[in-house]
């Protein structure tokens, strides 16, 4: 870990920590090391490399000076002790989940997900013998306690869920997870470090897709699992796994094997990550795109304070608007999690938004069809303005019903607010909602819609 920037803010750790020139001949942009393996300095710093006793680069599957940089930064903005890039933030989800739960047991989920942890969590993870119970009582943490069973693992949330901005109480969750003895997973993909920073309320794995705000170009696909260091896995007795004593983690001096708790105490989780699953599963960011997103991150703040301010503008609009129901957006008055907001979120409720549109199945289609400048399609947190149909799209999988109980309506419409004038933004909007009700185009937006 370098820790040369740590005592700086926000502003000027998302631009600078992580990375020192003079390191790396003195290039100020972080240099791309596309390279697939390091030399050795000589036999003796390939034994130690491999036995761990030195720090150094081996392979880029488990370890590269560019991705190193995006690792080291994204810790330092979470207030993390260490942080490890994947190649998608599906993989960083998943390799925590392995970590926690290898060999079996249950994880205790918030329902308000992702589509594609949902659909994982009750497809794909119970033939490995992990089971999600998905918690009646994520709302209510005095209840949320009984349904914790002897072989859970952890408790799972996001702190703005996708797509319909739920906000949970984090530091309440995570008080009843460490009661129990249980470490609090937080995808944070949506709020990103700017608008959230889950471990100063107690989460003790944050995830993210990298994919979406942190980098917010809409240009790679990428995730990352950080740890707060300060989990008792030992204490906890649910993870006998971290004890476990590796030959690969031997005393030099002794030759006694250790566990990756004796050897890295400040970072057991993603160290553990790292050697075990990234070094066999393989999933490992490439360099090029670990140098986009270092560069996405320097624009950090600028980009969700512009995204807030264009969602809210959006938001209002909305609200007011005759075609439309009902609006999810925290920073709302309306919003049932506007109070946690402001408790909360000091930097805005960031760009994602959902409304429900009023009117038949066929006008909403019209509706979507029609907008020109937003750009329809399955992503968030692009410096472009995106809209899609969650529930008929990434929300797909999950019944009426489901969807009803997770507050995703067939009619909810979801909109990722980009960094373009939100005036040509709800220009657009309105134009489509005139052709959805037939009553023609009052006007048309300036910009056309991008080929493609
Ligand atoms: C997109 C997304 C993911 C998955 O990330 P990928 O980078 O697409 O694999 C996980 N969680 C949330 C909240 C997301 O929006």
Redesign the pocket.
């Given at each position: 870990m370098s820790t040369a920037t740590t005592a700086y803010r926000f502003d000027t750790q998302r631009v600078r920590a992580g990375y020192e020139p003079k390191e790396h001949n003195y290039a100020v942009s972080p240099p791309i090391y596309q390279t697939a393996a390091y030399d050795f300095r000589d036999v003796e710093n390939a034994k130690n490399l491999f036995n761990l006793s030195e720090e150094g680069n081996l392979y880029t599957r488990i370890g590269n000076p560019t991705v190193a940089v995006l690792e080291q930064r994204v810790a330092a903005l979470d207030g993390a002790s260490a942080a490890i890039a994947l190649s998608?933030?599906?993989a960083a989800?998943s390799y925590t989940l392995l970590n926690l739960a290898e060999g079996g047991g249950r994880i205790l989920t918030s329902p308000y997900l992702?589509g594609?942890?949902d659909d994982s969590f009750k497809k794909v993870y119970p033939k490995f013998g992990i089971e999600f119970d998905y918690a009646k009582n994520i709302d209510n943490p005095e209840k949320l306690a009984e349904e914790i069973k002897p072989d859970t693992k952890a408790i799972y949330i996001?702190s703005i869920s996708?797509p319909n901005t739920v906000l949970l109480d984090v530091d309440a969750i995570a008080k009843v997870a460490h009661d129990h003895g249980i470490p609090l997973v937080v995808?944070n993909?949506?709020a990103t470090p700017y608008l959230y920073r889950p471990i100063e309320h107690g989460a003790d794995i944050v995830v993210y897709?990298a994919?979406?705000g942190l980098n917010g170009h809409g240009n790679l696909?990428?995730?990352l699992i950080l740890e707060s260091g300060k989990f008792d896995w030992e204490g906890s007795g649910r993870f006998p796994h971290f004890g476990e004593k590796y030959y690969t983690l031997r005393d030099p001096e002794t030759e006694a094997n250790r566990s990756y708790l004796e050897v890295f105490p400040d970072y057991p989780f993603t160290t553990r990550v790292r050697l075990n699953y990234l070094n066999y599963f393989g999933a490992a960011l490439g360099p090029f795109d670990a140098y986009l997103a270092v560069i996405g991150l320097e624009t950090l703040s600028e980009r969700l304070g512009k995204q807030s301010f264009n969602a809210a503008a959006i938001a209002d609009y909305l609200n007011a608007h005759n075609s439309v129901e009902w609006v999810r957006y925290p920073a709302l008055r309306s919003s049932p999690y506007h109070d946690r907001y402001k408790r909360d979120f000091k930097n805005g409720a960031g760009g994602l938004l959902a409304f429900g549109f009023k009117g038949t199945q066929e006008e909403r289609e019209t509706f979507l069809n029609s907008v020109k400048l937003l750009h329809y399609h399955v992503n968030?947190g692009d410096a472009r303005t995106l809209i899609v149909n969650s529930p008929q799209t990434t929300h797909g999988e999950l019944t009426v019903d489901e969807k009803a109980a997770v507050d995703i309506p067939e009619n909810l419409i979801r909109i990722s607010a980009g960094l373009e004038d939100v005036a040509d933004l709800i220009a657009d909007l309105e134009q489509a909602f005139q052709r959805a009700a037939g009553t023609g185009v009052g006007f048309e937006p300036a910009l056309q819609r991008a080929a493609g």
């Open positions: 998608s933030g599906m989800i992702y594609g942890s996001e996708n995808d993909t949506v897709s994919t979406k696909i990428a995730g968030i």
